[in-house]
C-alpha cells in the first residue's frame, strides 16, 4: 500500500529520500514520486513517474538539490497508475506539495466547489485536492493552513506537506494511516513504516490519530487537529536494521520462513506454566472470573488473518468447548453485528493497521464489546485500540505473504485455548500434554523446513498446472484455505479450497489429469474419510500432493497414480494445523521462483491494507 517518507537536515534529500522508497517497496506500489524545497523564490520541484523506484531514480532530473523534501510511492486507488496520478500533488502555482496515504471521501463533492473557484484539477486523484485547499488557505502559518484544509476533508490520512513559503519544515498529518517521526543527529525523518527508518534512526516517536507534527532540522512538536500542543515523547526502539535486509536470502519470504522456529520460540517464552498445565497471558487483562464468564468467541481477520483465526476458532471449540467461529473482518463491519457482553472478540492482524480490521475493533468497543488483539506490530493502530491481547513476537515481516507471523498467530491461539480451557473443563493432564506440543513445534518447524528441497521439486510440476485444488476437512480446511491463498498470491496460480467433504457436491465434476488437487490428510480421527477422499480423485485421473503424516496409509490408490506425498512430524493433533500449513507456505514460494517470479513482490497486492 502506499507509502511515505520525508526528510529535513543538512544532506541533499532526493538521495536519502529515494533510499527510503526502495525500503518501502515491499508494500506494493505502482507509482512513485519526490517533491523537494531548494529555497523560497524557487518553489517546489517534484518528479514523478508511473513504474518502479528505480524509474524514478533514473528520470531524476540533474539538478534536483534541496535539503527539505518528501517522498511517496502509490497503489492506485482513484485513477490509474500513471505519471499524473503519482504523488506528490501540488497546486497550480507550485508552491505547495502533498503526500497522501488513505482516502479523502469527499474529495469528489469538493472538486467541482474547486473548479468553480477556477482551480483546475490535473489528476483523477482524491489527494490534489488537498494540495489546492492548504494553498487556498490564508492562515499564517504551514501548520494552520493544513489544519484548515483538513478540516474540510473526511476520509483517513497520513500525510506529508512541504511549502515554499516554509521552506525550513514539513508538515505531517495523522488519521487513520500510520505517520513516524525519526530523530536523527540534527536531521529529522518521516516515514509511514519503520522499514524506511531503521538505517538512519530508531529513535522514533508515533503519531496518534486526529494530530498534526512540524519537523524541522532541530526537531518536531505535535499538535492536535485545533493545534493545541500535545506532547508526544519519541522512544528508543527494540529493532535491528538487519529484520529489514534480506541478507544472504534469495528474498524477504524465504528469510522469514527460515526464521520460523526462533519466532516460534519467541510467543511461547515465558507464556507456559508446566506445573498448572496451562498458559500466562498477562497482556489479556482478564482475570480469571472474567475468562469464565465467556460463552462465545468471534475471531476477525482478514485474508491470512482470517484463515489462521478459523484454525484458532476451532481449537478453542475443541479445547475449552466455548463456541467460537472467525469471520472475515471485512464483512462483519457492514452487517452490523450484535455485540453480545459476554462474547470474546478477538481480531488478528500482523500489521495491526489493516482497515477493515480496525473498523470492526472500533464497531465492537463502540457497542461495549471486549476485544482482544492478536497483533505482531508494537503500538500499531489495532494494538492501542483493543482492551488487552498476545503480541506475537514474530520480529518485523516485510514479504508481502505472511508466514512467522502467521505461525506465531496459531501458536497464540493454542495459548489462549489452554488459558480458556484450563478455566473450563480441561484437564491438568490435557494441559500439560499441549504444552508438551506446543515446547516440541521449534524443532518440529526445522524439520520441515530442512525438507524445503523435496517441497521445490513438488513445486515444480504444480507449478505448471493452470488450476489447482486444495481440500482439507476439520481441522485441515482452514489449512487449505491458507495454501490456495498462498499458491495464489505469489505465483498467480488459480488455486480454490474446498472441505474434502463438498467434493462430491460440486468440484469433483472439474477433476481431471490436467487439476491436481492438493489434500490435508492428518493421521486424526479423520483419516479414513479423507484416504477415502483420495481414491475418488484418483479414480477420476486427478494427479495429488499430499501433505500428511508418515503414519498415514495411502494404500490401495492405482498403481502408477500420480501421487506425491509431503510428510509434516506428528504433534498433538489439535496442533497439527499449523505444521501442515508450513510445507503449504513452501510449496507457493517455490512455485513462485519456479515460475520466475519474485515472491516478494506480488502484483496488485500490499503488505498492510490501510484503505477499505
Ligand atoms: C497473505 C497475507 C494477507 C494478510 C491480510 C491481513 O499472505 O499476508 O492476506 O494476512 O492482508 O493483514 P494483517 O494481518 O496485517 O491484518
Request: hydrophobic share 40%; with cysteine; charged share 25%.
Amino acid at each position: 500500500m502506499c507509502g511515505i517518507v520525508a526528510y529535513v537536515g543538512s544532506q541533499q534529500a532526493a538521495p536519502l529520500l529515494l533510499e527510503g522508497l526502495s525500503r518501502l517497496e515491499h508494500r506494493g506500489y505502482d507509482s512513485a514520486g519526490l517533491a523537494v524545497l531548494s529555497g523560497t523564490s524557487a518553489g517546489v520541484r517534484t518528479a514523478k513517474r508511473a513504474g518502479r523506484v528505480r524509474d524514478l531514480a533514473a528520470a531524476l532530473p540533474k539538478r534536483f538539490g534541496g535539503k527539505v523534501g518528501i517522498g511517496h510511492t502509490r497503489w492506485a486507488t482513484h485513477g490509474p497508475a500513471n505519471d499524473v496520478n503519482a504523488h506528490p500533488h501540488t497546486d497550480a502555482d507550485g508552491r505547495v506539495a502533498v503526500v497522501h496515504n488513505g482516502i479523502i471521501d469527499n474529495a469528489a463533492a469538493l472538486r467541482p466547489e474547486l473548479a468553480d473557484a477556477g482551480v483546475e484539477l490535473v489528476s483523477d486523484t482524491d489527494t490534489e485536492v488537498l494540495a489546492h485547499l492548504v494553498a487556498r488557505s490564508d492562515a499564517d502559518t504551514l501548520e494552520a493552513k493544513v489544519a484548515e484544509a483538513l478540516g474540510r476533508v473526511d476520509g483517513t490520512w497520513g500525510l506529508a506537506v512541504v511549502h515554499a513559503d516554509f521552506p525550513d519544515r514539513v508538515v505531517v498529518a495523522r488519521n487513520g494511516s500510520p505517520i513516524l517521526v525519526g530523530v536523527g543527529s540534527n536531521e529529522m525523518y518521516v516515514a509511514s513504516d519503520l522499514a524506511a527508518l531503521v538505517r538512519h534512526t530508531t529513535t522514533v516517536a508515533h503519531l496518534e490519530d486526529g494530530e498534526i507534527a512540524t519537523v524541522t532540522t532541530g526537531g518536531f512538536t505535535t499538535y492536535r487537529d485545533d493545534l493545541t500542543a500535545v506532547r508526544r515523547p519519541a522512544h528508543e526502539l527494540d529493532v535491528d536494521a538487519a529484520d529489514f535486509d534480506p541478507g544472504e536470502h534469495e528474498s524477504f519470504m524465504l528469510k522469514e520462513m527460515l526464521e520460523l522456529p526462533e519466532a516460534a520460540e519467541h510467543v511461547l517464552r515465558g507464556r507456559l506454566d508446566e506445573r498448572f498445565g496451562t498458559s500466562h497471558l498477562g497482556g489479556l487483562n482478564m482475570d480469571a472470573r472474567d475468562t469464565r464468564d465467556i460463552s462465545r468467541v468471534r475471531v476477525l481477520g482478514c485474508g491470512s488473518a482470517y484463515y489462521v483465526g478459523q484454525m484458532g476458532a476451532s481449537m478453542i471449540e475443541e479445547l475449552a468447548r466455548i463456541p467460537a467461529e472467525a469471520e472475515p473482518a471485512s464483512e462483519f463491519r457492514y452487517r452490523n453485528p450484535v455485540i453480545e457482553p459476554d462474547t470474546l472478540y478477538v481480531a488478528v492482524s500482523q500489521s495491526g493497521e489493516t482497515l477493515d480490521t480496525l473498523l470492526a475493533v472500533q464497531e465492537i468497543r463502540r457497542k461495549g464489546g471486549r476485544v482482544i488483539g492478536l497483533v505482531n506490530v508494537v503500538g500499531s493502530a489495532i494494538a492501542r485500540e483493543v482492551d488487552g491481547g498476545i503480541y506475537l513476537h514474530a520480529g518485523p515481516e516485510v514479504a508481502v505473504a505472511s508466514t512467522k507471523a502467521l505461525t506465531n498467530t496459531f501458536l497464540a491461539f493454542a495459548m489462549l485455548a489452554l488459558q480458556l480451557g484450563r478455566v473450563r473443563d480441561l484437564s491438568i493432564a490435557d494441559g500439560k500434554r499441549l504444552i508438551a506440543g506446543l515446547q516440541s513445534v521449534p524443532s518440529h518447524l526445522e524439520k520441515i523446513l530442512a525438507g524445503s528441497d523435496e517441497v521445490a521439486e513438488v513445486a515444480q510440476v504444480l507449478a505448471q498446472a493452470e488450476s489447482l485444488f486444495f481440500i482439507g476437512r476439520v481441522r485441515g480446511y482452514p489449512v487449505a484455505r491458507e495454501g490456495a491463498q498462498k499458491l495464489k498470491e505469489i505465483s498467480y496460480r488459480h488455486a480454490e479450497a474446498y472441505p474434502t467433504s463438498e467434493l462430491k457436491h460440486g468440484p469433483l465434476a472439474l477433476i481431471s489429469p490436467e487439476v491436481p488437487t492438493v489434500a490435508v490428510v492428518p493421521d486424526d480421527e479423520l483419516v479414513e474419510r479423507n484416504v477415502g477422499a483420495l481414491h475418488e480423485i484418483a479414480a477420476r485421473g486427478g494427479p495429488l500432493v499430499v501433505v500428511t503424516h508418515d503414519t498415514v496409509d495411502l494404500g490401495g490408490l492405482p498403481r502408477d497414480h500420480d501421487v506425491r506425498r509431503i510428510d509434516v512430524p506428528r504433534c498433538e493433533r489439535e496442533l497439527d494445523p499449523i505444521l501442515l500449513t508450513v510445507p503449504l507456505q513452501l510449496l507457493a514460494y517455490h512455485a513462485s521462483v519456479a515460475l520466475g517470479l519474485d515472491p516478494d513482490k506480488p502484483r496488485n497486492l500490499a503488505k498492510s491494507v490501510t484503505v477499505e
